[in-house]
């Protein structure tokens, strides 16, 4: 039953939308509106782009890139991660290879 799907109504953009989503997720998608809401404020603020169509492509780029540079940061952080966990291990394999000789 937790994985059924409910409506949830979102104002998106002066616009309301029924949108249907498992209840577990329906803050997340709440905050997902809000967000995009939000980028699309200052996209429209900004006063450099008059049509709808425009704003949204807009807003939806500045968030794919948002999402990109963290993916990203988080992906180097991993190699990081990787590296000093490799070179953990090899130095704890030369110590144990130490204390058996």
């Given at each position: 039953m937790s994985d059924q799907s409910i409506p949830i109504n979102l104002h998106i953009l002066d616009k309301d939308y029924v949108i249907a989503c498992p209840k577990k997720e329906h803050d997340t998608l709440i905050a997902s509106a809000e967000y995009l809401n939000q980028k699309i404020k200052?996209?429209?603020e900004s006063g450099k782009i008059v049509s709808t169509e425009r704003?949204?492509?807009v807003s939806a780029l500045n968030i794919v890139h948002e999402?990109?540079?963290?993916?990203?940061?988080?992906?180097?952080?991993?190699?990081?991660i990787d590296d000093e966990v490799e070179?953990?291990?090899k130095k704890l394999a030369g110590a144990l290879?130490?204390?058996?000789?």
């Open positions: 200052e996209v429209r704003i949204v492509v999402y990109l540079q963290c993916k990203n940061q988080k992906d180097d952080k991993k190699y990081l070179r953990l291990q290879a130490d204390i058996k000789s």
